[in-house]
């Protein structure tokens, strides 16, 4: 993944902690159906997995039941995106299909995309405990902390089974009340 995060390191592949991967795959019952931030180091392993540069997934379908993502984080000038656009497509993939959708992003409540796709949108968010995550540095657990606190952003409609699952992971926020009609 194409994270944008050299801050910490020379990586481009910033891939998602063990113990969230389990707490996403026991939320949707096991199975990821797609993820489309993917990267070779990912322990993901969701059914489909769209790859940068191969597979740019925002300009595929997301028509999957369950969706996972660990989008970019910082400006792909090459395609002139920003997670402002992934976060965008988190919201729009929901109402379309309906799809069950796990995005883990920096938590930036202060920014027009938390406000136009998170707030409004999402049904619920996680402010993780862990103050510096540790993102999997190409495969291995050995890197630095993020610089930034991150969350668990969820587009769906169980918000009880979110809370069960990510409790322990962080404080759990139900954002209903902001959701526009």
């Known amino acids: 993944m194409s994270a944008g ?4 390191s020379q990586s481009q592949s910033w891939g998602t902690p063990l113990k969230y991967v389990k707490a996403i795959k026991r939320f949707f019952g096991g199975a990821i159906a797609l993820d489309p931030c993917s990267n070779k180091y ?16 925002l300009r595929e379908d997301w028509n999957y039941p369950t969706v996972y993502m660990n989008p970019p984080y910082g400006a792909d000038r090459e395609r ?11 919201a729009l993939t929901h109402q379309k299909y309906s799809s069950e959708i796990l995005a883990l992003v920096p938590v930036a409540t202060n920014t027009g995309h938390w406000k136009q796709s998170v707030f409004g949108q999402a049904r619920a968010v996680c402010f993780l405990y862990d103050t ?6 190409n495969g ?23 809370y069960d699952v990510f409790i322990e992971h962080g404080a759990v926020v139900d ?5 526009r009609e």
């Open 5 to 8: 995060r050299t801050v910490n």
């Open 42 to 57: 990912s322990i993901v392993h969701a059914e489909i997995e769209f790859t940068l540069p191969q597979n740019d997934g």
């Open 80 to 90: 002139g995106t920003t997670i402002k656009n992934w976060l965008a497509k988190c």
């Open 132 to 137: 510096r995550l540790k993102f999997l540095e």
């Open 140 to 162: 291995s657990g050995a890197g630095k902390g993020a610089p930034m606190a991150c969350a668990m952003s969820y587009w769906g409609r169980d918000y009880d089974k979110f």
């Open 175 to 179: 954002l209903s009340s902001l959701q």
